[in-house]
């Protein structure tokens, strides 16, 4: 069972969903149950019905030559970084407004790219198509809102950090105070509270139209499928410059936090959600904080569910014919009775269920080289008495195994006439 029996705790936190002043409105049209897109008609009579392979950039932070800034000082790596913290909510954004302006549920398959100056950018097949300016006009006005306490000012550096107390959390070690936690950091932000960060896409948007079956489509799904194996580190090819700009925006993203768990909360005086003993700023494990993602966390390939049109038991098909033609067999109809059924007994569940006799205990028959009958203060291990290895009436390695072999084949002869 999910959630709490007893209920919230807290009043339910909510958010005007009210657009913002400096976004530009969207048109709506009314939603149809389809996945397909339009079609048109040529002169020939043929039908057609093409796709888009769009393509979304951020912004820019500053001047950028060969994947390395100009001017290092002035490249806004903060907002770099955060837009790289927040950019796959972004994408999800876009997607919903795409989805509301077409008036269908639009399919797509996307990858997300990095560029030479290290921040991710959007390439979407569109199943479907819309004006090129609809396409812009959506992407000016897709943005997202990171309602997060503010992580500006900093509290806690250095040697001078948070402790944590058992049954409390963090404190304050000059104060002794209990830092405010991830819940009542949530709940002085007010009505009139900014948000921590705002994303958007930048100026610069590719639309480009596609048909089925011509060579430009192929190249679109070679230059996605290409995505599946490489990773946002991958980028890093333009020399020292390069990996420098690379090493600015690590320590950059180093203190940025990544989500509500994250330990550079701690660093801002706000214990992070779910805290636990042994946080430290700048320590954190989370994706978006190593050098191969670069801040991005999120998937690197997005999907959608409909995109196929298939069910689960035609990709099956689809897989199973692809690999017979790999292997050069044919795709002949399986044969639904090439297998036949029988009822096998379970031989273990009788062996369990079957009562074996105890074997019983039978005492060890004298012997020319046994020694006599063992105390108390006596070795029972090591076959001697008195001093250990020493002295008359030592039981040799032979004789102890000649003893335990008939104890065995009086066991075994007990067991036979049970049965």
């Given at each position: 069972?999910r ?6 705790a ?8 009210k657009?913002r002043?400096d976004?530009?409105?969207l048109?709506?049209r009314k939603?149809?149950?389809?996945t ?5 008609q040529?002169?020939?009579g043929k ?12 912004p ?7 994947g ?6 002035a490249?806004d ?12 909510k ?5 997607v919903q ?9 639009v399919?797509?398959f996307?990858?997300?790219?990095p560029q030479?100056?290290?921040a991710?950018h959007?390439?979407?097949a ?7 300016a609809?396409?812009?006009q ?7 809102q ?5 992580a ?8 001078h950090m ?9 404190l304050?070690p000059?104060t002794?105070k209990?830092?405010p936690?991830?819940?009542e ?7 009139d ?7 958007r896409?930048?100026e610069q948007v590719?639309?480009q139209?596609?048909?089925a ?5 192929d ?6 499928s290409?995505?599946l ?13 390069q990996q420098?700009?690379?090493a ?19 660093r801002?005086g ?5 805290a636990k ?6 320590r954190?494990r ?6 191969e993602h670069l801040g ?14 298939k069910?689960?038991a035609e ?21 639904p009775?090439?297998y ?6 379970d031989r ?6 079957t009562r074996r006799?105890t074997?019983?205990?039978r005492?060890?028959?004298?012997t020319?080289?046994s020694?006599p ?8 291990r ?6 250990r290895?020493?002295g008359?009436?030592?039981?040799t ?9 008939s ?7 007990s ?5």
């Amino acid at each position: 069972m999910r959630g709490n029996v007893l209920g919230r705790a807290s009043a339910k936190r909510s958010r005007s969903t009210k657009r913002r002043q400096d976004a530009p409105d969207l048109p709506k049209r009314k939603m149809t149950h389809t996945t397909l897109g339009r079609t048109f008609q040529g002169t020939d009579g043929k039908v057609y019905r093409p796709s888009l392979f769009v393509t979304l950039t951020l912004p820019s932070y500053g001047k950028v030559r060969d994947g390395a800034p100009l001017d290092p000082d002035a490249y806004d790596y903060q907002r770099a970084a955060r837009d790289a913290l927040h950019f796959s909510k972004l994408v999800d954004r876009f997607v919903q407004n795409l989805r509301r302006v077409a008036g269908y549920d639009v399919q797509y398959f996307a990858a997300v790219e990095p560029q030479k100056r290290l921040a991710p950018h959007l390439h979407i097949a569109i199943r479907g198509t819309l004006p090129r300016a609809e396409i812009r006009q959506i992407a000016a006005a897709t943005y997202h809102q990171v309602w997060w306490p503010q992580a500006d000012e900093v509290v806690f550096d250095g040697d001078h950090m948070p402790v944590w107390q058992d049954g409390t959390g963090y404190l304050n070690p000059a104060t002794g105070k209990v830092l405010p936690t991830w819940d009542e950091a949530l709940d002085t932000l007010d009505e009139d509270a900014e948000p921590l960060h705002v994303i958007r896409f930048g100026e610069q948007v590719d639309v480009q139209g596609v048909l089925a079956g011509t060579p430009d489509a192929d190249q679109c799904i070679r230059y996605l499928s290409k995505y599946l194996t490489k990773s946002l580190g991958d980028a890093l090819d333009g020399g020292q410059a390069q990996q420098q700009h690379a090493a600015r925006m690590l320590d950059a993203l180093r203190y940025e936090p990544c989500s509500p768990t994250c330990p550079n909360w701690l660093r801002y005086g706000i214990q992070p959600k779910d805290a636990k003993p042994g946080m430290h700023p700048g320590r954190c494990r989370g994706k978006a904080h190593k050098p191969e993602h670069l801040g991005y966390a999120g998937r690197r390939i997005l999907v959608s569910r409909k995109r196929s049109n298939k069910t689960l038991a035609e990709h099956k098909q689809d897989r199973r014919t692809w690999v017979l033609e790999a292997l050069g067999q044919a795709d002949e109809p399986t044969d639904p009775h090439r297998y036949v059924w029988r009822p096998v007994p379970d031989r273990r569940r009788q062996r369990a269920t079957t009562r074996r006799p105890t074997p019983p205990i039978r005492p060890r028959t004298p012997t020319l080289a046994s020694p006599p009958p063992r105390t108390g203060s006596q070795s029972s291990r090591t076959g001697t008495f008195g001093n250990r290895g020493h002295g008359e009436g030592r039981m040799t390695k032979h004789d102890e195994l000649r003893i335990y072999r008939s104890d065995l084949n009086a066991w075994l002869e007990s067991i036979r006439s049970a049965a």
